[in-house]
């Protein structure tokens, strides 16, 4: 059974940086697209970065482009998600997704493409 747990989230003033991880399990890592979306009341789940499963190739969101970056550490079944420069505008609930590598069954940026998903994690950037 595939399980993804964010942790990492919190309240941060803005300026700020904050790191967030997704441990997966019941998975062979390696073999997952991992992904970052995020989520506040009311709108769509909101696609923030992808990497392969490699590591080799990463894709962002212009919203978060430059302050934002995701990486992953394979023998460890964790992806990152590291954030700088926060601010009030990224508030939000952030999730972890992932999805098989060779599954085409979507846009990479597309919340539906990713079948797994974590439960969460609150992001508050105050100002």
């Known amino acids: 059974q595939v399980q993804l747990v964010e942790s990492g989230g919190g309240l941060v003033q803005a300026g700020g940086s904050l790191r967030l991880s997704c441990a997966a399990s019941?998975?062979?890592?390696?073999?997952?697209?991992m992904a970052w979306f995020r989520q506040t009341p009311g709108k769509e789940r909101e696609f923030v970065t992808r990497?392969?499963?490699?590591?080799?190739?990463?894709y962002y969101a212009d919203s978060v482009k430059g302050r934002f970056s995701i990486s992953r550490d394979n023998a460890k079944n964790t992806v990152y998600l590291q954030m700088n420069t926060l601010g009030p505008e990224d508030t939000a609930v952030y999730y972890c997704?992932?999805?098989?590598?060779?599954?085409?069954?979507?846009?990479?940026?597309?919340?539906?493409?990713?079948?797994?998903w974590g439960q969460g994690t609150q992001v508050t950037v105050s100002s």
């Open positions: 990497i392969t499963w490699s590591g080799s190739s990463t």
């Open positions: 997704a992932g999805r098989r590598v060779g599954d085409l069954s979507g846009r990479y940026y597309s919340a539906n493409a990713y079948p797994y």
């Open positions: 019941g998975v062979t890592f390696s073999s997952y697209d």
